[in-house]
């Protein structure tokens, strides 16, 4: 798994790539976190390399799309591949 975090301006704009499960999940979280802080405007996830998500990897997406939300910035999820699709959607979670 690799996590590429770049902020330009308001919006923090986060790389995703591999799979994402327990471990990658408690790692993305104390990387993740801390970027998103008051003041924030936009948070972008980008899946189009993340092959494969399990539970845990799940839970941190919403846990992410929920910490957006708290400090009034918007949440993407972009170019999640359609293998990752019927995962998002059960959970509420879009790709664009």
């Not at 923090?12 to 976190?33: C, K, T, Y």
């Not at 003041?39 to 092959?51: P, S």
């Amino acid at each position: 798994m690799k996590c590429d975090i770049r902020r330009e301006g308001g919006t923090v704009d986060i790389v995703l790539s591999g799979r994402i499960g327990v471990a990658e999940a408690i790692e993305l979280r104390h990387r993740l976190f801390p970027e998103l802080t008051a003041g924030i405007t936009g948070v972008v996830l980008r899946m189009g390399e993340v092959t494969d998500l399990d539970s845990s990897g799940l839970g941190l997406l919403l846990a992410v799309r929920n910490l957006s939300v708290d400090i009034g910035a918007a949440f993407e999820l972009k170019n999640a591949g359609a293998g990752l699709a019927p995962k998002l959607d059960a959970v509420g979670l879009a790709s664009r």
